[in-house]
């Protein structure tokens, strides 16, 4: 015997929303341990939402979320980064400091990141000025810069929370 079933929009709230949001949280850990690219992990948890809830809204929030992940990101690099260069901090001087983060990392597990950073930071600056106060200055202005810019990560994030909170009760 054949029956005939309604068919219905799928669950928006369902296992592919947990993993979702638990990749999300992850990014959001992400952003505040930067091991991992935590916003983009946050964009990809709504992809996955997406993809597992479908339709026009589910799409809707996803691009919604993109155009949000590329205005963060765009200010993320235009407004600390032109702070940092207006103060003579070099973008060698953040690669040494990566460096000294990853160094610090393995030394002292967790607390060696950003320790190693601020050292990596301070001698890279030490080596290009040979003065103390001037590198220390530099050093200073390069964690003002890396804060903003966690900052701005984090504000983007939570706006793309909100926005894919609202797309999961509209659906």
């Given at each position: 015997m054949l029956?005939?079933?309604a068919q219905t929009a799928p669950d928006p709230?369902?296992?592919?929303?947990?993993v979702a949001v638990a990749i999300f949280v992850v990014g959001v850990l992400g952003i505040?341990?930067?091991v991992l690219p935590g916003l983009l992990l946050c964009v990809g948890?709504?992809?996955?939402?997406a993809i597992d809830t479908g339709g026009t809204l589910a799409w809707a929030t996803f691009g919604?979320?993109?155009?949000?992940?590329l205005?963060?990101?765009?200010?993320?690099l235009l407004?600390?980064?032109?702070?940092?260069?207006r103060e003579g901090v070099g973008g060698l001087t953040l690669v040494l400091g990566v460096v000294g983060a990853i160094i610090g990392l393995f030394v002292i597990p967790l607390l060696g990141l950003p320790i190693g950073?601020?050292?990596?930071i301070f001698a890279a600056e030490y080596l290009r000025f040979h003065e103390l106060d001037r590198a220390w200055s530099a050093t200073k202005s390069a964690l003002r810069g890396v804060l903003h810019s966690m900052g701005i990560e984090l504000t983007t994030a939570l706006a793309i929370a909100i926005s894919w909170t609202v797309g999961i009760l509209l659906h």
């Open positions: 029956t005939l079933a709230i369902g296992f592919g929303l947990v505040v341990l930067p948890a709504v992809l996955l939402w919604v979320a993109l155009v949000l992940y205005i963060g990101v765009s200010l993320q407004i600390p980064g032109r702070r940092m260069k950073f601020v050292a990596g």
